[in-house]
């Protein structure tokens, strides 16, 4: 699929809807922008951060590394 696009302000492209469609992305989704022989490629991160990371205490990651700490030195004993 190759459609027109025209640079706005701010060299802003808008991907026509039906394309965006086409690849799965949306507004907010994180692009890497490669320039090489003269053009620019935009290729879909995939999911956004939010959807890989859960909100997790400095008291929880401390627990978690001292059981594994722990587990470690009784199986090297």
Known sequence: MIRRVRIGKKNM????????????VREGDAMLV??????IEL????KTEGEYWA???LEEIESVGEE???R????NS
């Open 13 to 24: 492209v808008y991907i026509p809807k039906e394309l965006a469609d086409a690849v799965g």
């Open 68 to 70: 594994l700490s722990e």
């Open 55 to 57: 909100e997790v205490t």
């Open 43 to 46: 290729i879909p991160m995939g």
């Open 34 to 39: 490669k320039v090489s022989s003269g053009k």
């Open 72 to 75: 470690t030195l009784r199986s």
